[in-house]
Structures are given as structure tokens and as C-alpha cells.
């Protein structure tokens, strides 16, 4: 079954730049979305097909899929953006979710 | 306004059936390729993926978990309901509900959560 790899955490200072990153096998060829979840609270998708914003989420949120890792880059980070973030990919009929990454805000 | 609903029991004996039932609204279960699916995470850890249904019928469950899960849809009532039988205490989770297909092409997608049920399995 297919695997989607991330980074355990990450921290970063108020006002400087995140990545986060998630591998998986070939996954330049798949679509990949990103969620955004709070302690105590469902996920929210922010960023869906590698690149691509809900209405609501704000533009420093983006990603990219151009090669492997896919990577989600949160830009001008806030102390609002301490959470958990997991990438997700649909292979082979399954939804995969990676393990998660825990972004830390200094 | 798009809302997704789950609702079951809080607490299950090992053995026993599941039963959870999310319930939609503001959008049709009979929209072309709209779909739900299920996903579950134990505490402090990962979210982990158990079952979709589109307004097809296309059907999908989790592999390590497909012999125990049964998902189904009733469309007049707005529903999908996912049954896990056997259950352990190892299935101790908040159970959330998720809308698909509504973000053009991108079908595999969950673009609306509810809020999330737990349910604790114990004897």
C-alpha cells in the first residue's frame, strides 16, 4: 500500500517561512492536498492539488508538487498557525493520509 | 451553508457493532460524484482513512480494515452510515465524516469535516 512520509515536527519563528514536506513514491504523479488541524478541532482543508487554495484560506498558505517531496510552504507564519498538518494522495482506490507534521510556532 | 454531522454511541463493549451516522446539509448525496467519507483518529495520533461512498455507489474501504466496514447511503434522508463490527478497544477514536467531489475534477478531496465523534470502546 502506498506510503505518504512526513517530518514529526517543525518549528519556526513568528514571521518566517514554513515547509513542510511529504514523500511518497512517484508522487509527482498524484494529486496532493494538505489539512490544517487545531488541537480540539476536525481538520480544514488548506491547500488541495498540490497548489490550489479554498476560498477563505488566506494566500500564504501554497504548495507545491513538483517533484518529490511534495511540500506545503506557509508564508509570514503567525502563532494561529501552530497545528498538526497532514498531506493526503488517493492511490489504488484508498485514501492515504501521511503521518502528520506538528508545526510549532517559536 | 455546508454542514456534515456524525452521531453514534459514545462508549461500545469489545465485540460489539458500530454503528455511526452522518447526516448532510446543503448539498445533495445525489449530486454527480458527490461523496462521504469516513476517517477516525485514537488519541494523539494520526488520522487514518476507513471508507468512501460516492452518489454513483462507488464504494471504497480501508484495506487493514475492509472485513469489518460497510458503508452505505440513504439519500432521501441525507445519511451515510458506516458499521464496524468487531469492534476493540484499539478502535478507540474520534470518528469524523467528510464531504467529496466538490472541488471540480478533484474527487478524492475533503473539502467540508464535521465536528467529529468519539467513541470509546470498553468493557
Known amino acids: ?106 | 451553508q455546508v454542514t456534515l454531522k456524525e452521531s453514534g454511541p459514545v462508549l461500545v463493549k469489545p465485540t460489539e457493532i458500530l454503528t455511526l451516522t452522518c447526516t448532510v446539509s446543503g448539498f445533495s448525496l445525489s449530486n454527480a460524484r458527490m461523496g462521504v467519507s469516513w476517517i477516525r483518529q485514537p488519541p494523539g495520533k494520526a488520522l487514518e482513512w476507513l471508507a468512501y461512498i460516492f452518489s454513483n455507489d462507488e464504494k471504497s474501504y480501508s484495506t487493514s480494515l475492509k472485513r469489518r466496514l460497510t458503508i452505505s447511503k440513504d439519500t432521501s434522508k441525507r445519511q451515510v452510515v458506516l458499521t464496524m463490527t468487531n469492534m476493540d478497544p484499539v478502535d478507540t477514536a474520534t470518528y469524523y465524516c467528510a464531504r467529496m467531489g466538490a472541488l471540480g475534477g478533484y474527487y478524492y478531496v475533503m473539502d467540508v469535516w464535521g465536528q467529529g465523534t468519539t467513541v470509546t470502546v470498553s468493557s
Do not use: M
Not at chain 1, 25 to 49: C, E, F, T
Not at chain 1, 64 to 69: C, E
Open chain 1, 1 to 106: 500500500s502506498y506510503v505518504l512520509t512526513q517530518p514529526p515536527s517543525v518549528s519556526v519563528a513568528p514571521g518566517k517561512t514554513a515547509r513542510i514536506i511529504c514523500g511518497g513514491n512517484n508522487i509527482r504523479s498524484k494529486s496532493v492536498h494538505w489539512y490544517q488541524q487545531k488541537p480540539g478541532q476536525a481538520p480544514v482543508l488548506v491547500v488541495y492539488d498540490a497548489s490550489d487554495r479554498p476560498s477563505g484560506i488566506p494566500e500564504r498558505f501554497s504548495g507545491s508538487n513538483s517533484g518529490n517531496p511534495a511540500t506545503l510552504t506557509i508564508s509570514r507564519v503567525e502563532a494561529g498557525d501552530e497545528a498538526d498538518y497532514y498531506c493526503q494522495v488517493w492511490d489504488s482506490s484508498n485514501v492515504v493520509f501521511g503521518g502528520g507534521t506538528k508545526l510549532t510556532v517559536l
